[in-house]
């Protein structure tokens, strides 16, 4: 009796059996990767977008404080920011002296400080293009979508 056949046979599903395990694990370690890039990449973005909110915020605050003893009525930026970061749809909430930023999926939260003179008004926004506004009647700086 020949036994050389069985072990040909033997011998390939072994080798693939094993490629197909080394495979899979190469793939679970780079999809890790890959989620925690993603994950980098989003507060990453999210940073920048704070800042730039935080410095429209701040440049109509200057404005506003340096009216002196004149009424200001009318102070308005317009900020352009986009939809989605890294894929993910945000929002963006204004608390007393911060930004709070966060994403959907990944769940990523930044948090940006704002110094201002002038209160800002506590809410929150959708992603996209933002208006900071200056009401005088409440002595504060609210942002709202448009």
């Given amino acids: 009796m020949d ?5 040909t046979t033997l011998g390939f599903v072994l ?26 990449v989003t507060e990453t973005e999210l940073e920048v977008l704070g800042q730039r909110l935080a410095a429209n ?17 009318d102070v308005e930026t317009r900020l352009e920011l986009p939809n989605r970061v890294a894929g993910t749809t945000y929002r963006i909430s204004v608390e007393p002296n911060e930004l709070v930023l966060q994403s959907v999926d990944p769940e990523v ?21 933002v208006t900071v506004t200056y009401d005088a009647a409440t002595d504060e700086l609210e942002v709202t979508n448009g």
């Fill in 57 to 73: 915020l701040e440049a109509a605050d200057r404005v506003v404080a340096s009216s002196g003893d004149e009424t200001v009525t």
């Fill in 15 to 40: 080798t693939l059996t094993i490629t197909t395990i080394l495979i899979s694990g190469i793939m679970v370690a780079a999809g890790g990767f890959v989620s925690s890039e993603h994950e980098r």
């Fill in 3 to 7: 036994s050389r056949a069985v072990s």
């Fill in 109 to 129: 939260t930044v948090r940006i400080d704002v110094t201002t003179q002038t209160d800002l008004k506590p809410g929150s926004v959708d992603a996209g293009d």
